[in-house]
C-alpha cells in the first residue's frame, strides 16, 4: 500500500514557477514509478511526467523543456518543478504511483495560472 500527499500548487502569473511535491508513505526506492498526471476542467486526466525506479523519465510533448520530474530519495519525495507556466496549465496535478500492477493516486493539488 502506498499513500501520497501531494503539495505546492497555487495561483500564479504566466511566465512564473511553482514547484510540486508529493511524499510517498513508504520507500520511494521501492515503488516502480512514479509520476504526475493532471486534470483540467472538462477535460480528460493526462500524463504530465513519470520517473521510474532506475531514473528513466517520460514527459508530454506539451511540458518538455519546461517542467522536470525528480526524486528526493532520502525524503520519500517526488518534485514537479514547473518553469515558463502558461494558462493551459490550469489543472488539477495530481500524484500517481505504478507498482505490481496497482495505482496509487494523491488527493491531488490545484495549479491555476493567469494571463
Known amino acids: 500500500q502506498v499513500q501520497l500527499v501531494e503539495s505546492g500548487g497555487g495561483l500564479v502569473q504566466a511566465g512564473g514557477s511553482l514547484r510540486l511535491s508529493c511524499v510517498t508513505s513508504?520507500?520511494?526506492?521501492?515503488?516502480?514509478?512514479m509520476g504526475w498526471y493532471r486534470q483540467a476542467p472538462g477535460k480528460q486526466r493526462e500524463r504530465v511526467a513519470t520517473?521510474?525506479?532506475?531514473?528513466?523519465?517520460n514527459y508530454e510533448d506539451s511540458v518538455k523543456g519546461r517542467f522536470t520530474i525528480s526524486r528526493d530519495n532520502a525524503k520519500n519525495t517526488v518534485s514537479l518543478q514547473m518553469n515558463s507556466l502558461k494558462p493551459e496549465d490550469t489543472a488539477v496535478y495530481y500524484c500517481h504511483a505504478y507498482d505490481d500492477n496497482r495505482h496509487y493516486w494523491g488527493r491531488g493539488t490545484r495549479v491555476t495560472v493567469s494571463s
Open positions: 513508504r520507500n520511494i526506492l521501492t515503488i516502480n514509478r
Open positions: 520517473i521510474t525506479s532506475d531514473d528513466s523519465t
